[in-house]
């Protein structure tokens, strides 16, 4: 029997997260040719990945620019894709998520007249706007895609919602599970020797992380004056924030929190220190969608900076809340859980509403039944 050909399209550092297990399960896989297409909309942050999950691209589009636009990204990604699909010819690509590669790959695919898988499919805010673009690159890619594979059952009700075809929507889970689960230890030590110091049982280890393109400026900026006061008013806080590439959060996060005493600011982690942190530390404040779906796991309370969330599952569990984007509430809330036992020990208890770690088991499965 001819093998099928599965084209895996990523771009930045989420997307390979949550496709490493993929591709990895299509490579051991006897009935399927794995290719492996990224367009490099992430640079560093992309290597990082593939290098942990061993992955050699057949195709790296290299398109990253500083500064790049929403247009440079989309228009820079379909145009190399055109020739990468023409000379390949796959059974069916796969994207995952949201992000301008995500819609760039899936309308390559509709162009080229592909199969089109969608992982991680059926999310929505419902706000046009946020996250932003995100929302509307899921909803494009759920128009365009073939098959859906929903983390979640209210995914798939979302889905439901608009149109799409019920015998063509999986529920499977969420791959950054099987991420997650291959790289969390107990023991763990890191490389950096300046996170080994740190006084995990002692100390209220906060770990931050932003990056959202509706937060670049003032709500950013309230996020980190926010953190400030909280390192300022807690003498027991350690602050690890790992800062984004992008210039834009760079410039402000050095510009707040640059020299504070117990502000750890950091360059971007490698994912399995970076999952071990999630594990080590007391609180995570955080406008990322993974770490929403991968802190719940490990039973580490999460305030969201952000106004809305595609991923509902863990707030109506109690591990996430939704902290905005003013100063006054973000302060309010953290203090909460920095001085108030019982509300934090509330948030701890570990819930998984995006699986059991064997998703991508699920979508090949699923692939081959397809076919
Ligand atoms: C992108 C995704 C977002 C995702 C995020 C994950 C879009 C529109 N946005 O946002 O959905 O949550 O990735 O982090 O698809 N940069 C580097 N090196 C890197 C990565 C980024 O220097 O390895 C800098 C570059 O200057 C780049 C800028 O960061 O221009 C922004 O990158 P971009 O992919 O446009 O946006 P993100 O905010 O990273
Ligand atoms: N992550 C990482 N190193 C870091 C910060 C985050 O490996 O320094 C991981 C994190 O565990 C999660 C993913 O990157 O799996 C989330 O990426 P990001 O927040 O950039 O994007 P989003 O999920 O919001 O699209």
Redo the contacts with the bound molecule.
């Keep these: 029997m001819k093998k099928l050909k599965i084209m895996s399209i990523f771009g930045?550092?989420?997307e390979a997260?949550k496709m490493a297990p993929v591709v990895k399960t299509i490579e051991n896989d006897e009935d399927m040719t794995s290719i492996v297409c990224v367009t490099a909309q992430h640079r560093e942050m992309l290597d990082q990945v593939l290098e942990l999950f061993h992955i050699k691209p057949d195709y790296d589009l290299n398109i990253m620019k500083a500064g790049q636009t929403l247009t440079q990204i989309t228009a820079r990604a379909l145009e190399g894709l055109e020739e990468v699909i023409k000379e390949s010819k796959p059974d069916m690509i796969l994207v995952h998520?949201d992000?301008t590669t995500t819609l760039a790959g899936s309308l390559a695919a509709f162009y080229h007249q592909v199969k089109i898988g969608h992982v991680e499919a059926g999310l929505r805010s419902d706000n046009k706007y946020s996250p932003y673009p995100e929302e509307m690159n899921r909803t494009l890619t759920g128009r365009l895609a073939d098959v859906h594979f929903c983390p979640t059952i209210g995914n798939k009700e979302n889905l439901l919602k608009e149109g799409i075809c019920e015998e063509n929507i999986m529920i499977t889970g969420n791959t950054?599970i099987d991420a997650l689960l291959k790289v969390v230890k107990e023991d763990y030590m890191f490389e950096d020797e300046r996170l080994n110091k740190i006084d995990y049982k002692n100390k209220k280890v906060i770990l931050l992380?932003s990056?959202?393109r509706e937060n670049l400026g003032k709500p950013m900026e309230n996020i980190f004056t926010a953190m400030k006061e909280i390192v300022e008013k807690n003498a027991d806080v350690e602050l690890i924030f790992?800062v984004?590439l992008n210039p834009k959060v760079r410039d402000l996060a050095y510009g707040i929190l640059d020299g504070m005493d117990r502000v750890h600011l950091i360059e971007?982690?490698?994912?399995a220190p970076?999952?071990n942190l999630?594990a080590k530390a007391y609180l995570i404040l955080?406008?990322?969608?993974?770490?929403q779906e991968?802190a719940p796991s490990l039973g580490k309370p999460v305030l969201v900076l952000r106004t809305e969330t595609e991923r509902p599952e863990a707030v109506k569990a109690g591990t996430v809340k939704m902290a905005g984007i003013e100063k006054e509430n973000i302060v309010k809330l953290t203090d909460e859980l920095l001085n108030d036992c019982e509300k934090y020990k509330e948030m701890t208890n570990a819930i998984n509403p995006y699986g059991d770690g064997k998703t991508s088991d699920k979508i090949l499965k699923i692939i081959k039944n397809y076919f």
């Design positions: 930045t550092r989420p997260i998520g992000t950054v992380t990056h959202r790992p984004h971007p982690l490698d994912y970076f999952a999630i955080t406008d990322s969608g993974g770490i991968e």
